[in-house]
């Protein structure tokens, strides 16, 4: 872990053909771990028009791909290669499982001295991933040099939250957060099951190993999973995109779009970190974005730290949407509802809702037909046409050309999907408000009173109570803004004509003022 001098980083780096902008350095960061810093004596200025300033350059054959580890393990004779089931076809692993297995393997603490070998000396990559960050590690080591100093563990950043307790991933029920790392921690356990016994089984092979050779645990799995998750970057490799983490340049830290002052470029021959057109003054620290697109929860998710919402302008929420029905035929996996804040303008994404709001009475249906091997075809019928095979997006696109173009019933389409919506909503919100981390956090708050009258010493508080609380408040937020533009979009449309006329038409009663609108639920207007 990152406990030496980072300037061995850029040696290694420089050993490795990496190209580094003379003032460039890698130095410890308030954002966790280590970081990229501008050290120049003059601000480095970055022109719109002129060629962007390369910060770091890295060749293509030092990057970690799948098909870099593969070559690399070449040189290993056979140890390494069992362990990534080189040469066993029909047991391939992914591109992801590849990288994964040779981190655990570059970081694990063998005791045999043929494998302490392999894995440290003759291991081109030791020296880097010895500088990868080990959040449990750090916060014991921490924790160790703190009873020390006296200061507090809930100054530590908190770890990811794969790291987490089941009694803390409990405390995020409701959030965007729960389902997405329930079903992470469920793959990641049955993975380790199998990749437990595979490792065993290709170094107890090796002479002189010991159980601590053969034995890996979950906990190594679970910190290799998330160096993986959090440092690797889509790249084109050959006529495809893959998977690679580049070295060096992932160590560079994300901010919000104000003070995002690099980006990567990738060539045929490296990936490079270049400057944006701007300024970069000395001691600045190089920062790029992860992603301008990912929702709060997604970012804490892969990298383990909140971000700042009020500096980034913007705050979002992407919910998994599970209802088991036709989405969950149409998509396979339950599609996610998208719902954007900025400057107080709430907006969303939910296209897929148009496979919900139409009925039989529009002629629509979505059947399956069960085989007897693999998953079922879907049938969408629009109008006697019947759409064999169409899947997830392309349903929605087939299902929108054919009544979006309804004009007496546009509206009445789009209040079906708004009270669709609003259900949902609703739901998440009383999800939100049944969990008891509330309590906690407000027990602590009281705790942290008692503490400052002196009336006695109590436990540290636990920081991802913190983070899970500000999640589930942000959340709240966007969702309370959805639900009063719903609210709103929804008296508007039941005082439209063609929705009045259609509900007439219904025999149903009008619903087109104060009381009877609210009156108006889904199964209704259906
Ligand atoms: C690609 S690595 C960046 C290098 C990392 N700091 C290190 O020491 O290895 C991504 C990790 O850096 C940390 N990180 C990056 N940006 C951050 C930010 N704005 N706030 C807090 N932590 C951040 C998180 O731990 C994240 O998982």
Same mark, same amino acid.
């Given at each position: ?40 004596? =003059? ?7 002129? &060629?962007?300033?390369?910060? +770091? ?33 029909? /047991? !391939? ?24 070998? +392999? ?10 991933? =010895? ?52 079903? &992470? ?14 490792? *065993? ?11 601590? $050779? ?59 970190? #270049?400057?944006?057109?701007?300024? +970069? ?7 790029? %974005? ?7 929860? /997604? ?22 949407? *599970? ?21 107080? /303008? ?38 006697? *046409?019947?759409? %064999?095979? #169409? *899947? ?69 508080? $636990? ?13 709240? !937020? ?11 979009? &929804? &008296? ?27 009156? #108006?639920?889904? =199964?209704?207007?259906?």
């Amino acid at each position: 872990m990152a406990q030496s001098d980072p300037s061995i980083l850029l040696s290694w780096a420089q050993l490795q053909g990496i190209e580094i902008h003379k003032s460039v350095q890698i130095n410890s960061t308030p954002h966790a771990g280590l970081g990229i810093y501008y050290t120049g004596s =003059d601000t480095l200025v970055t022109l719109e028009d002129a &060629k962007q300033s390369t910060l +770091i350059s890295v060749p293509r054959n030092v990057i970690l791909t799948a098909e870099n580890v593969r070559t690399f393990s070449l040189s290993y004779g056979t140890t390494l290669r069992p362990l990534l089931r080189i040469g066993e076809d029909d /047991e !391939r692993v992914s591109e992801r499982a590849t990288i994964l297995r040779f981190l655990l393997f570059s970081l694990h603490e063998f005791v045999a001295p043929k494998l302490q070998k +392999i894995a440290k000396e003759s291991n081109c990559y030791a020296a880097y991933v =010895d500088f990868m960050p080990s959040p449990l590690l750090q916060r014991k080591d921490d924790a160790h040099s703190q009873l020390e100093s006296s200061s507090s563990l809930s100054d530590l950043p908190p770890p990811p939250p794969t790291f987490w307790t089941p009694g803390q991933i409990s405390k995020a029920a409701g959030t965007s957060l729960y389902s997405p790392l329930s079903a &992470k921690l469920r793959l990641l356990s049955s993975e380790f099951e199998q990749f437990s016994s595979q490792w *065993r089984e290709v170094f107890e092979k090796v002479d002189g190993a010991g159980e601590k $050779d053969v034995e890996i645990s979950f906990e190594e799995y679970v910190r290799a999973d998330w160096l993986v998750a959090s440092r690797v970057m889509e790249l084109p490799i050959g006529d495809e995109l893959g998977l690679g983490i580049v070295p060096l340049i992932d160590f560079a830290n994300h901010s919000t779009p104000f003070h995002v002052n690099a980006r990567y470029e990738i060539t045929d021959d490296a990936v490079k970190l #270049v400057s944006l057109p701007g300024q +970069i003054a000395p001691e600045d620290e190089v920062l790029i %974005s992860y992603g301008p697109n990912k929702g709060t929860s /997604e970012i804490l998710f892969t990298y383990g730290f909140l971000i700042d919402s009020e500096d980034a302008g913007c705050e979002s929420v992407k919910m998994r949407v *599970r209802d088991g029905g036709v989405l969950q035929l149409v998509y396979g996996r339950p599609p996610v509802a998208e719902f954007d804040v900025r400057e107080g /303008e709430v907006t969303w994404d939910c296209e897929f809702l148009w496979l919900l709001c139409m009925t039989e009475e529009d002629e629509f249906e979505v059947s399956v037909a069960q085989k007897v091997e693999g998953p079922p075809d879907v049938d969408i019928s629009i109008r006697g *046409r019947t759409l %064999s095979g #169409v *899947r997830g997006q392309a349903a929605v696109e087939a299902v929108k050309e054919a009544y979006g173009s309804d004009e007496k019933m546009k509206d009445v389409f789009e209040l079906r999907r708004v009270l669709i919506l609003e259900k949902w909503v609703s739901g998440w919100m009383e999800d939100l408000a049944r969990v008891e981390v509330r309590e906690s956090v407000e027990a602590d708050e009281h705790i942290a009173e008692l503490e400052d009258e002196g009336k006695g010493s109590w436990k540290e508080k $636990d920081p991802v109570d913190g983070i899970i609380e500000t999640l589930r408040q942000r959340e709240e !937020r966007v969702y309370l803004l959805v639900l009063q533009a719903l609210e709103n979009r &929804k &008296k508007d449309l039941v005082e439209s004509v063609d929705v009045l006329a259609y509900l007439a038409a219904q025999d149903e009663k009008p619903a087109a003022e104060g009381e009877a609108a609210e009156a #108006v639920e889904t =199964d209704e207007i259906r």
